[in-house]
């Protein structure tokens, strides 16, 4: 069996390295630490840092494949590494649009995709001509941001001054985005293999809170099947035209007037393919491996049929005994499936997710009010505490 | 998170130790070389045999409960564990019946659970006793048997006397049993935690060829509720009546006549809930994990209600390299899931399962098809090669 290597520690390495045992594949995981969450479960753990050509290289001499479980490798060092002749899945190529949202919206406008109005700022006076009287405005930073960081919303134009005076300050390189009143965000995450295969998972309702994916949906309720398979098809091509091997998770807004809007893209498993752990045929860690391994892909397709799977993702609260209040949430719901990812808590950050495949008599709401309590409990250890 | 060990490094631990990722618990496994199918998977390896009470001892001391992938350490280790303060879990107590058959099966009479009609044998003459006419007559090794080693079918006097005399031979101490001409086979899969609380799984149809395990349709085709329940209690009675702490398999006859007899016990994960993985809303590994620490069970319900899901066991063939013909079967059909054991492929030995949970549409037929096509084609290259 061929070796695969993940660049990145995270619990989406943790989940990838627990997919690859039942494969069969052997798994290793460059961390930056012996304690991060996938170091703690991965038989082979290499400590490096993904910013270090050195260490990505010599991490790479030990792998049959490379791929990421985050999109912080820079662009130089993936393309050394294709250079000499390693096997980098998703390559540089494909990459450089999740670390560089002005050429990834570039790219998609070219493509036809819908996104966002958007523009350049570097001064208030941009920010002002691109926006006009239309407050609110969406500044993000170009490169490296995640769950929620980077993404400023301004409700004024003083607003905008502090972002771009905070921005400057630091060096980052900012980009304006129109403001979409969305009716609700969702997310359509498909595979695509070296050969060519793609395989896409039901599209899923997000709700992000803060920034933060907080509960995903699957498959999203109501959602018309031609708005669907829209939604597929965009991402699939989306996969082809970029070039992407592995997974491609878009990420959607649904306007008030029923369209569908890029968001973001990203690269490797992703928060809204949770789900899949416990209510597909094929959870979406098997499927990132498959796909950057040339095997054919698996079954995307839901596993309780027709019913329907709720995540929440669980944040720390302030106290970081979880064990105790664990047992509360097991013993309350039987059916809840708890996914720790082996984090020390800390008040606000993502430490597991808990996933509710529903029985086709489950309704969603009282799926969504399951998962929900689960998830309260374990931050506050009460289940209406958010 | 509390440390569990498990004791024996084959792919009952590999698989609880991918089942320990998603709970979040520490999980350690003592193998005896580094290479064992557990060994490769898991972040915590000690080294060691199972039968030197100062290795397990010593491995005892890193973990907060010890379990076991397999009945083989010797009674007088786990009671020295016992004494000196650590949780076994199944205990001494539990485990001495899966140590000896005899006592099992005297145990079992004295709960009032059906069996076939067994004794002792020492002599040919012993075993003429036994059976008078009535051949064919089981011969079993008391101790030590598995995935039929240890059990001989004597069609004949001349065929028992072989046995005895190879018995003699290596030591080997034997019982009798009745033959049973039955209609098929079954396994009562329950786990018990030290609370009190049982759980069981539907009861399933195992089909054995030459004493393995071959393949495993999940609920049992056809069986009456009322016997399915029958058989659900039988397993939580006698788990509860010999304190088994965990999982409790328990191997049945179904006879001719449409009643249970009890075949075999298992104190552990078992080849008849491997189904679990991938066709219910809790695996197997991870509901034993819960037992053993006490957490409240998971729900062992069918993910895939009303489906069926259907295991077929991979056994290794001429050729070692497997690769090129897992490729084949994940393209014939998406939903098969595999899951190897990464150990070296010889001839016969069990080196994976595929699992397909299918849709309520599709036959039992069909999908046992599809999975003996998969199972085979692994092996030998032909999806009709067996």
């Known amino acids: 069996m061929p070796i695969v290597g993940m660049v990145g520690g995270g619990q989406l390495a943790r989940m990838t ?63 050394s590494l294709e250079s000499a002749g390693v096997l980098v899945r998703p390559g540089s190529a494909a990459l450089r649009y999740t670390q560089d949202k002005l050429a990834m919206r570039e790219r998609l406008v070219a493509l036809g995709a819908p996104v966002p109005r958007f523009g350049t700022v570097a001064s208030v006076a941009d920010v002002l001509a691109f926006a006009g009287e239309s407050f609110p405005v969406v500044l993000k930073a170009v490169s490296g941001g995640y769950d929620g960081k980077g993404v400023w919303v301004c409700a004024s134009p003083e607003d905008a001054a502090a972002v771009i005076a905070g921005a400057a300050e630091r060096e980052i390189a900012l980009m304006a985005e129109e403001y979409v009143p969305f009716r609700r965000e969702l997310a359509a995450l498909i595979a695509r293999s070296p050969s060519g295969q793609g395989a896409a998972y039901p599209v899923v309702q997000t709700v992000q809170v803060e920034g933060i994916c907080r509960e995903v949906i699957a498959p999203a309720p109501g959602l018309h099947p031609v708005v669907a398979e829209e939604a597929q098809e965009l991402a699939l091509s989306i996969a082809s035209a970029l070039g992407v091997i592995g997974l491609l998770a878009v990420e959607l807004f649904e306007t ?110 009282s799926l969504r009010d399951r998962a929900r309590r689960a998830a309260s409990y374990l931050r506050w250890g009460t289940e209406d505490g958010e």
Request: net charge negative; with cysteine.
């Open 17 to 79: 390295a627990q997919a690859a045992i039942g494969i069969g594949a052997t798994f290793r995981v460059l961390a930056e630490s012996p304690s991060e969450s996938a170091s703690l479960v991965t038989h082979d753990v290499s400590v490096g840092s993904h910013l270090s050509a050195d260490d990505v290289s010599a991490f790479a001499a030990l792998c049959d494949v490379v791929t990421f479980d985050h999109e912080h490798v820079p662009n130089a060092v993936l393309t």
């Open 256 to 365: 008030r007037s029923g369209a569908l809007l890029v968001n973001e893209l990203a690269m490797r498993p992703h928060n809204s393919g949770h789900w899949t752990m416990d209510g597909s045929r094929t959870s979406q860690f098997e499927q990132h491996l498959r796909a950057v391994l040339d095997l054919p892909l698996g079954s995307p397709s839901l596993l309780n049929v027709p019913g329907f799977t709720v995540m929440a993702n669980i944040l720390g609260g302030d106290d970081p005994d979880v064990y105790d209040r664990y047992i509360h949430v097991m013993a309350a719901d039987p059916a809840i499936k708890v996914h720790f990812y082996g984090k020390e808590v800390r008040p606000g950050r993502k430490i597991g997710h808990v996933n509710l495949a529903g029985t086709p008599e489950d309704s969603v709401d």
